[in-house]
Antibody, heavy 122, light 106 residues
Framework: EVQLVESGGGLIQPGGSLRLSCAAS????????MSWVRQAPGKGLEWVSV???????YYADSVKGRFTISRDNSKNTLYLQMNSLRAEDTAVYYC????????????????WGQGTLVTVSS | EIVMTQSPATLSVSPGERATLSCRAS??????LAWYQQKPGQAPRLLIY???TRATGIPARFSGSGSGTEFTLTISSLQSEDFAVYYC????????FGQGTKLEIK
């Protein structure tokens, strides 16, 4: 059974740093595309970052230069290092697995974790 | 960036009736379109991918259609557990979500 469990959220002051973790089971993180998606309180979903199976990483413009996505293959865990945090980064952060659609040659988000709340406030 | 626009923002429907939710893309996304259901305090749940393929375990009352820029999610006979917020998402050119449609009990 595929499971994703996020951790590491909490209350942090503006300008601070936080590292989120996403522990996976039932599949191999390094063999899949993996993304972080966030949801501000009462708002919609916003894609944050992706790491491809080959290791390439990409970011939304809103976090580029401040956030870093990575993975630890030995722990089968995905990470999101968040630096220079701002109030507008306050959100529930979800990790999600992306699965390959052989018909259309693209990757959709099939499994999501339960999320971890990050609150940036003084 | 591809902008996804969902309509209506809120849809009031009685149990047992049909619900039709719309999603429009600002440019063609081919069939790289997914629908998610989200209930309060829960993660999004994949319903449809490839515009029309139901995900594993999704009841047949959920169906998706469309391609290019216009897409529809239809729930044929609403059950109590279907009242939630629904999001469309394109994954053709990076990833963007619609703002959501809240499906509420009439």
């Amino acid at each position: 059974e595929v499971q994703l469990v996020e951790s590491g959220g909490g209350l942090i002051q503006p300008g601070g740093s936080l590292r989120l973790s996403c522990a996976a089971s039932g599949f191999t993180v390094s063999s899949n595309y993996m993304s972080w998606v966030r949801q501000a309180p009462g708002k919609g979903l916003e894609w944050v970052s992706v790491i491809y199976s080959g290791g390439s990483t990409y970011y939304a413009d809103s976090v580029k230069g401040r956030f870093t996505i990575s993975r630890d293959n030995s722990k089968n865990t995905l990470y999101l290092q968040m630096n220079s945090l701002r109030a507008e980064d306050t959100a529930v952060y979800y990790c999600a697995r992306q699965y390959y659609d052989y018909v259309w040659g693209s990757y959709y988000f099939d499994y999501w974790g339960q999320g971890t709340l990050v609150t940036v406030s003084s | 960036e591809i902008v996804m626009t969902q309509s209506p923002a809120t849809l009031s429907v009685s149990p047992g009736e049909r619900a039709t939710l719309s999603c429009r893309a600002s440019q063609s996304v081919s069939s790289n379109l997914a629908w998610y259901q989200q209930k309060p305090g829960q993660a999004p749940r994949l319903l449809i991918y490839g515009a029309s393929t139901r995900a594993t375990g999704i009841p047949a009352r959920f169906s998706g259609s469309g391609s290019g820029t216009e897409f529809t999610l239809t729930i044929s006979s609403l059950q109590s557990e279907d009242f939630a917020v629904y999001y469309c998402q394109q994954y053709n050119n990076w990833y963007t979500f619609g703002q959501g449609t809240k499906l509420e009990i009439k």
